[in-house]
Protein backbone atom coordinates (compact mmCIF):
# COMPACT_ATOMS: atom_id res chain seq x y z
CA UNK A 1 0.00 0.00 0.00
CA UNK A 2 0.90 3.86 -1.06
CA UNK A 3 2.43 5.74 1.98
CA UNK A 4 -0.63 8.63 2.54
CA UNK A 5 0.45 11.02 5.17
CA UNK A 6 -0.94 14.45 6.39
CA UNK A 7 -4.53 16.05 5.65
CA UNK A 8 -5.63 17.59 2.84
CA UNK A 9 -8.59 20.49 2.83
CA UNK A 10 -10.22 21.24 -0.74
CA UNK A 11 -10.66 24.83 0.31
CA UNK A 12 -12.90 27.42 -1.74
CA UNK A 13 -12.35 31.03 -2.19
CA UNK A 14 -15.34 33.39 -2.77
CA UNK A 15 -14.77 37.24 -4.16
CA UNK A 16 -11.29 36.95 -2.94
CA UNK A 17 -11.67 35.76 0.71
CA UNK A 18 -11.28 32.17 2.39
CA UNK A 19 -15.26 30.69 3.08
CA UNK A 20 -16.96 30.42 6.26
CA UNK A 21 -16.93 26.54 5.89
CA UNK A 22 -13.21 26.18 4.77
CA UNK A 23 -11.79 27.66 7.91
CA UNK A 24 -14.24 25.63 9.57
CA UNK A 25 -12.31 23.00 7.64
CA UNK A 26 -8.90 24.25 8.86
CA UNK A 27 -9.74 24.37 12.59
CA UNK A 28 -10.58 20.97 11.90
CA UNK A 29 -7.79 20.22 9.87
CA UNK A 30 -5.30 21.75 12.48
CA UNK A 31 -6.60 19.60 15.44
CA UNK A 32 -6.10 16.24 13.81
CA UNK A 33 -2.63 17.34 12.42
CA UNK A 34 -1.09 18.43 15.57
CA UNK A 35 -2.62 15.28 16.95
CA UNK A 36 -0.78 12.81 14.40
CA UNK A 37 2.15 14.96 14.07
CA UNK A 38 1.48 15.30 10.45
CA UNK A 39 1.30 18.57 7.65
CA UNK A 40 -1.88 20.45 7.01
CA UNK A 41 -2.32 21.39 3.55
CA UNK A 42 -4.85 22.88 0.96
CA UNK A 43 -5.66 22.99 -1.93
CA UNK A 44 -7.25 26.65 -3.51
CA UNK A 45 -8.62 27.02 -6.77
CA UNK A 46 -9.66 30.71 -8.50
CA UNK A 47 -8.76 33.98 -9.97
CA UNK A 48 -6.04 35.91 -8.07
CA UNK A 49 -5.81 34.28 -4.68
CA UNK A 50 -2.63 34.83 -3.64
CA UNK A 51 -4.19 36.93 -0.83
CA UNK A 52 -6.48 34.29 0.03
CA UNK A 53 -3.04 32.17 0.28
CA UNK A 54 -1.37 34.34 2.77
CA UNK A 55 -4.71 34.11 4.47
CA UNK A 56 -4.68 30.94 4.58
CA UNK A 57 -1.36 30.11 6.54
CA UNK A 58 -2.48 32.65 9.01
CA UNK A 59 -5.63 30.47 9.95
CA UNK A 60 -3.41 27.81 10.33
CA UNK A 61 -2.69 25.36 7.05
CA UNK A 62 1.21 24.57 6.75
CA UNK A 63 0.96 24.26 2.82
CA UNK A 64 -0.89 26.15 0.38
CA UNK A 65 -1.46 24.48 -3.46
CA UNK A 66 -2.85 27.05 -5.36
CA UNK A 67 -4.28 26.80 -8.83
CA UNK A 68 -4.62 30.29 -10.14
CA UNK A 69 -6.36 31.56 -12.87
CA UNK A 70 -9.53 29.47 -13.14
CA UNK A 71 -12.64 30.77 -11.58
CA UNK A 72 -13.70 27.90 -8.55
CA UNK A 73 -17.40 28.89 -9.38
CA UNK A 74 -17.13 28.18 -13.25
CA UNK A 75 -14.85 25.00 -12.53
CA UNK A 76 -16.68 22.18 -14.05
CA UNK A 77 -16.61 19.66 -12.09
CA UNK A 78 -14.05 17.14 -13.92
CA UNK A 79 -11.78 20.02 -13.84
CA UNK A 80 -12.12 20.65 -10.53
CA UNK A 81 -11.76 16.70 -9.86
CA UNK A 82 -8.63 16.45 -12.41
CA UNK A 83 -7.12 19.46 -10.53
CA UNK A 84 -7.62 17.53 -6.93
CA UNK A 85 -6.58 14.40 -8.26
CA UNK A 86 -3.55 15.65 -9.56
CA UNK A 87 -2.66 18.14 -6.19
CA UNK A 88 -3.47 14.90 -4.58
CA UNK A 89 -0.57 12.75 -6.25
CA UNK A 90 1.92 15.39 -4.99
CA UNK A 91 0.48 16.32 -0.96
CA UNK A 92 -0.38 12.12 -0.71
CA UNK A 93 -2.57 13.07 2.17
CA UNK A 94 -3.98 10.13 4.28
CA UNK A 95 -7.09 12.28 5.42
CA UNK A 96 -8.95 14.50 2.74
CA UNK A 97 -11.48 16.95 3.75
CA UNK A 98 -14.08 19.02 1.98
CA UNK A 99 -17.30 21.22 3.31
CA UNK A 100 -20.59 19.11 2.53
CA UNK A 101 -21.54 22.19 0.11
CA UNK A 102 -21.92 21.93 -3.45
CA UNK A 103 -18.04 21.27 -4.19
CA UNK A 104 -17.53 19.06 -1.50
CA UNK A 105 -21.30 16.60 -2.20
CA UNK A 106 -20.43 16.79 -5.76
CA UNK A 107 -16.40 16.05 -5.85
CA UNK A 108 -15.79 14.15 -2.62
CA UNK A 109 -17.57 10.77 -3.96
CA UNK A 110 -15.91 11.34 -7.33
CA UNK A 111 -12.44 11.71 -5.86
CA UNK A 112 -13.29 8.31 -3.64
CA UNK A 113 -14.52 6.23 -6.43
CA UNK A 114 -11.58 7.18 -8.47
CA UNK A 115 -8.68 6.69 -5.83
CA UNK A 116 -10.94 3.35 -4.19
CA UNK A 117 -10.86 5.61 -0.94
CA UNK A 118 -13.09 5.30 2.08
CA UNK A 119 -15.53 7.92 2.58
CA UNK A 120 -17.89 9.26 5.34
CA UNK A 121 -20.22 12.36 4.77
CA UNK A 122 -21.63 14.79 6.32
CA UNK A 123 -19.64 13.92 9.40
CA UNK A 124 -20.23 16.95 12.54
CA UNK A 125 -16.89 15.70 14.59
CA UNK A 126 -13.46 14.02 13.72
CA UNK A 127 -11.21 13.22 15.61
CA UNK A 128 -8.14 10.59 16.32
CA UNK A 129 -8.26 7.62 18.58
CA UNK A 130 -5.33 8.31 21.06
CA UNK A 131 -4.41 4.38 21.15
CA UNK A 132 -4.97 3.23 17.76
CA UNK A 133 -4.59 6.40 16.14
CA UNK A 134 -7.71 5.84 13.79
CA UNK A 135 -9.63 8.71 12.08
CA UNK A 136 -13.30 8.66 14.12
CA UNK A 137 -15.84 9.94 11.51
CA UNK A 138 -19.17 10.38 13.62
CA UNK A 139 -22.44 11.66 11.53
CA UNK A 140 -25.75 11.81 12.29
CA UNK A 141 -28.12 9.08 10.99
CA UNK A 142 -31.83 7.95 11.34
CA UNK A 143 -32.90 11.41 10.36
CA UNK A 144 -30.49 13.16 13.18
CA UNK A 145 -31.90 10.88 15.80
CA UNK A 146 -28.69 9.41 16.58
CA UNK A 147 -24.73 9.69 16.38
CA UNK A 148 -22.58 7.05 14.40
CA UNK A 149 -19.11 6.61 14.93
CA UNK A 150 -17.15 5.18 11.65
CA UNK A 151 -13.61 3.97 11.13
CA UNK A 152 -11.98 3.07 8.37
CA UNK A 153 -8.83 1.09 9.07
CA UNK A 154 -7.84 -0.82 6.54
CA UNK A 155 -8.52 1.72 3.93
CA UNK A 156 -6.44 4.80 2.94
CA UNK A 157 -6.82 7.49 2.26
CA UNK A 158 -10.28 8.49 4.13
CA UNK A 159 -12.23 11.17 2.56
CA UNK A 160 -14.32 13.29 4.68
CA UNK A 161 -16.81 15.70 4.49
CA UNK A 162 -17.77 18.16 7.19
CA UNK A 163 -21.62 19.42 7.94
CA UNK A 164 -21.33 23.57 7.96
CA UNK A 165 -20.59 25.02 11.43
CA UNK A 166 -19.39 21.98 12.80
CA UNK A 167 -16.30 23.60 14.16
CA UNK A 168 -15.44 27.51 15.00
CA UNK A 169 -13.96 29.08 11.74
CA UNK A 170 -10.52 29.39 12.13
CA UNK A 171 -9.19 32.95 13.83
CA UNK A 172 -6.55 34.45 11.93
CA UNK A 173 -2.61 34.69 13.59
CA UNK A 174 -0.11 36.52 11.04
CA UNK A 175 2.68 35.35 12.74
CA UNK A 176 2.03 32.44 11.48
CA UNK A 177 4.30 31.20 8.71
CA UNK A 178 3.93 28.38 6.16
CA UNK A 179 4.78 27.59 2.27
CA UNK A 180 2.60 28.64 -0.63
CA UNK A 181 3.16 26.25 -3.74
CA UNK A 182 1.65 27.51 -7.35
CA UNK A 183 0.77 24.86 -9.08
CA UNK A 184 0.40 24.40 -13.14
CA UNK A 185 -2.35 21.38 -14.01
CA UNK A 186 -2.62 21.34 -17.61
CA UNK A 187 -5.94 19.30 -17.99
CA UNK A 188 -6.75 16.98 -20.91
CA UNK A 189 -9.97 19.22 -21.94
CA UNK A 190 -11.45 15.38 -23.48
CA UNK A 191 -12.22 14.92 -20.03
CA UNK A 192 -15.24 17.71 -19.09
CA UNK A 193 -17.98 16.84 -19.75
CA UNK A 194 -20.41 19.44 -18.84
CA UNK A 195 -20.32 22.70 -19.53
CA UNK A 196 -21.40 25.82 -17.80
CA UNK A 197 -24.48 27.34 -19.70
CA UNK A 198 -25.37 30.15 -17.50
CA UNK A 199 -24.72 31.33 -14.14
CA UNK A 200 -27.71 33.10 -12.48
CA UNK A 201 -27.15 34.30 -9.02
CA UNK A 202 -29.74 34.04 -6.21
CA UNK A 203 -29.71 37.37 -3.93
CA UNK A 204 -29.26 36.45 -0.70
CA UNK A 205 -30.06 39.22 1.55
CA UNK A 206 -28.97 39.45 4.87
CA UNK A 207 -27.41 36.13 6.86
CA UNK A 208 -26.50 32.70 4.74
CA UNK A 209 -28.57 29.77 6.23
CA UNK A 210 -25.87 27.70 6.34
CA UNK A 211 -23.91 30.28 8.79
CA UNK A 212 -26.68 31.77 10.50
CA UNK A 213 -27.05 31.20 14.66
CA UNK A 214 -30.24 31.75 14.95
CA UNK A 215 -32.88 30.59 12.56
CA UNK A 216 -37.12 31.16 12.74
CA UNK A 217 -37.87 28.45 10.43
CA UNK A 218 -42.12 28.22 8.68
CA UNK A 219 -43.88 25.40 7.61
CA UNK A 220 -47.18 24.42 6.23
CA UNK A 221 -49.17 25.89 9.00
CA UNK A 222 -48.56 29.50 8.51
CA UNK A 223 -50.81 29.06 5.51
CA UNK A 224 -49.82 31.67 3.20
CA UNK A 225 -47.17 34.84 2.78
CA UNK A 226 -48.69 37.08 4.61
CA UNK A 227 -47.86 35.01 8.13
CA UNK A 228 -43.85 34.92 7.28
CA UNK A 229 -44.00 38.59 8.27
CA UNK A 230 -44.22 37.70 11.89
CA UNK A 231 -41.79 35.31 11.86
CA UNK A 232 -39.57 37.74 9.74
CA UNK A 233 -39.81 40.40 12.40
CA UNK A 234 -38.41 37.80 14.83
CA UNK A 235 -35.91 36.84 13.11
CA UNK A 236 -34.74 40.06 12.87
CA UNK A 237 -35.00 40.82 16.62
CA UNK A 238 -33.31 38.06 17.14
CA UNK A 239 -30.27 38.55 14.86
CA UNK A 240 -31.30 35.53 12.72
CA UNK A 241 -33.00 34.87 9.11
CA UNK A 242 -35.72 32.97 7.80
CA UNK A 243 -35.71 29.03 6.69
CA UNK A 244 -38.92 27.20 5.55
CA UNK A 245 -39.99 23.74 5.13
CA UNK A 246 -41.18 21.66 1.10
CA UNK A 247 -44.75 23.51 1.88
CA UNK A 248 -44.08 26.93 1.59
CA UNK A 249 -41.70 26.46 -1.47
CA UNK A 250 -44.19 24.53 -3.15
CA UNK A 251 -46.57 26.43 -2.75
CA UNK A 252 -44.58 29.61 -3.98
CA UNK A 253 -45.06 31.33 -0.34
CA UNK A 254 -41.32 31.42 0.44
CA UNK A 255 -38.34 30.86 -2.52
CA UNK A 256 -37.05 27.13 -2.44
CA UNK A 257 -33.61 28.13 -1.60
CA UNK A 258 -34.67 28.50 2.04
CA UNK A 259 -35.62 24.86 2.11
CA UNK A 260 -34.26 23.33 5.01
CA UNK A 261 -34.33 19.54 5.16
CA UNK A 262 -33.17 15.91 3.34
CA UNK A 263 -33.64 17.96 0.06
CA UNK A 264 -32.75 21.71 1.21
CA UNK A 265 -30.20 23.32 3.63
CA UNK A 266 -28.88 21.36 6.17
CA UNK A 267 -28.52 23.81 9.16
CA UNK A 268 -26.69 23.62 12.94
CA UNK A 269 -27.62 26.80 14.09
CA UNK A 270 -27.83 27.52 18.19
CA UNK A 271 -31.56 28.35 18.11
CA UNK A 272 -33.92 27.25 15.47
CA UNK A 273 -37.38 28.08 16.32
CA UNK A 274 -39.71 26.08 14.01
CA UNK A 275 -43.36 27.45 13.90
CA UNK A 276 -46.28 25.47 12.19
CA UNK A 277 -43.86 22.57 11.25
CA UNK A 278 -44.66 19.23 11.90
CA UNK A 279 -41.92 17.39 12.18
CA UNK A 280 -41.62 15.08 9.29
CA UNK A 281 -38.03 13.39 9.43
CA UNK A 282 -36.97 14.38 6.07
CA UNK A 283 -37.49 18.16 7.57
CA UNK A 284 -35.93 17.33 10.57
CA UNK A 285 -32.93 15.50 8.39
CA UNK A 286 -31.63 19.32 7.82
CA UNK A 287 -32.29 20.54 11.29
CA UNK A 288 -31.34 17.98 14.06
CA UNK A 289 -27.99 19.70 14.28
CA UNK A 290 -29.53 22.59 16.26
CA UNK A 291 -28.40 23.48 19.30
CA UNK A 292 -31.75 23.96 21.16
CA UNK A 293 -35.45 23.68 19.39
CA UNK A 294 -38.28 25.92 19.80
CA UNK A 295 -41.64 24.50 18.66
CA UNK A 296 -44.67 26.63 18.18
CA UNK A 297 -47.48 24.34 16.92
CA UNK A 298 -50.98 24.34 17.76
CA UNK A 299 -51.41 20.43 17.50
CA UNK A 300 -50.07 19.29 20.71
CA UNK A 301 -49.51 16.00 19.31
CA UNK A 302 -47.42 17.18 16.56
CA UNK A 303 -43.78 15.12 16.19
CA UNK A 304 -41.84 18.49 16.14
CA UNK A 305 -42.81 18.39 20.04
CA UNK A 306 -40.71 15.10 20.91
CA UNK A 307 -37.43 17.02 19.25
CA UNK A 308 -37.82 20.41 20.77
CA UNK A 309 -36.04 21.63 23.80
CA UNK A 310 -39.27 24.29 24.17
CA UNK A 311 -42.48 23.91 23.09
CA UNK A 312 -45.47 26.05 23.04
CA UNK A 313 -48.74 24.64 22.19
CA UNK A 314 -50.98 26.96 20.11
CA UNK A 315 -51.81 29.69 17.16
CA UNK A 316 -48.62 31.02 16.02
CA UNK A 317 -50.70 34.09 15.10
CA UNK A 318 -51.23 34.52 18.58
CA UNK A 319 -48.24 33.04 20.29
CA UNK A 320 -45.68 35.36 18.64
CA UNK A 321 -46.50 38.77 18.82
CA UNK A 322 -46.25 38.28 22.61
CA UNK A 323 -42.94 36.73 22.45
CA UNK A 324 -41.54 39.47 19.78
CA UNK A 325 -42.72 41.88 22.38
CA UNK A 326 -40.82 40.41 25.35
CA UNK A 327 -37.49 39.47 23.04
CA UNK A 328 -37.62 43.58 22.13
CA UNK A 329 -38.00 44.15 25.91
CA UNK A 330 -34.95 42.10 26.73
CA UNK A 331 -32.64 43.69 23.92
CA UNK A 332 -33.76 47.05 25.16
C1 LIG B 1 -38.08 12.37 -0.77
C2 LIG B 1 -38.64 13.50 0.06
C3 LIG B 1 -37.79 14.54 0.41
C4 LIG B 1 -38.30 15.59 1.18
N1 LIG B 1 -37.45 16.59 1.54
C5 LIG B 1 -37.92 17.56 2.35
C6 LIG B 1 -37.04 18.60 2.81
O1 LIG B 1 -35.86 18.67 2.46
N2 LIG B 1 -37.55 19.54 3.65
C7 LIG B 1 -38.86 19.51 4.08
O2 LIG B 1 -39.24 20.39 4.88
N3 LIG B 1 -39.69 18.57 3.65
C8 LIG B 1 -39.27 17.61 2.79
N4 LIG B 1 -40.14 16.65 2.36
C9 LIG B 1 -41.56 16.78 2.73
C10 LIG B 1 -41.86 16.26 4.13
O3 LIG B 1 -42.09 14.86 4.07
C11 LIG B 1 -43.10 16.94 4.74
O4 LIG B 1 -44.18 16.78 3.86
C12 LIG B 1 -42.91 18.42 5.02
O5 LIG B 1 -41.73 18.64 5.74
C13 LIG B 1 -44.11 18.92 5.84
O6 LIG B 1 -43.96 20.29 6.06
P1 LIG B 1 -44.68 21.00 7.27
O7 LIG B 1 -44.41 20.28 8.54
O8 LIG B 1 -44.34 22.44 7.19
O9 LIG B 1 -46.22 20.94 6.81
P2 LIG B 1 -47.46 20.14 7.35
O10 LIG B 1 -47.21 18.69 7.35
O11 LIG B 1 -48.59 20.70 6.58
O12 LIG B 1 -47.59 20.57 8.90
C14 LIG B 1 -48.07 21.83 9.30
C15 LIG B 1 -48.02 21.89 10.82
O13 LIG B 1 -48.42 23.19 11.21
C16 LIG B 1 -49.31 23.07 12.31
N5 LIG B 1 -50.20 24.26 12.24
C17 LIG B 1 -51.23 24.47 11.37
N6 LIG B 1 -51.73 25.69 11.57
C18 LIG B 1 -51.04 26.26 12.58
C19 LIG B 1 -51.10 27.51 13.24
N7 LIG B 1 -52.00 28.45 12.88
N8 LIG B 1 -50.25 27.76 14.24
C20 LIG B 1 -49.35 26.82 14.64
N9 LIG B 1 -49.23 25.61 14.05
C21 LIG B 1 -50.06 25.33 13.03
C22 LIG B 1 -50.03 21.76 12.11
O14 LIG B 1 -50.48 21.25 13.37
C23 LIG B 1 -48.93 20.90 11.50
O15 LIG B 1 -48.19 20.20 12.50
C24 LIG B 1 -39.66 15.59 1.57
C25 LIG B 1 -40.49 14.54 1.21
C26 LIG B 1 -39.99 13.50 0.45
C27 LIG B 1 -40.90 12.38 0.09
Not at 154 to 180: F, H, K, L, Y
Amino acid sequence: MAEYKGILICGEVREGKITTITRELITTGRKLSDDLNQRLSILLIGENIQEAAKEAVFFGVDVVYTVDDIPFAESPPEQYLALVSNIFQKAAPSIVLFGQADMGRDIAPRLAARLGASICMDCVELAIDPETRSLLQSKPVYGGNAVAVWASDDVQPQIVTMRPRAAAPAEPDPSREGEILPVAVKIDESVIKSILIETVKEEVKGIRLDEAKVIVAGGGGIDGKEGFELLKELAQILGGTIGITRVPCDEGWMPAGLEIGQTGHVVNPDLYVAVGISGAPQHLAGCSGSKCLVAINKNPEAHIFEEADFGIVGDYREALPPLIEKCKALKK
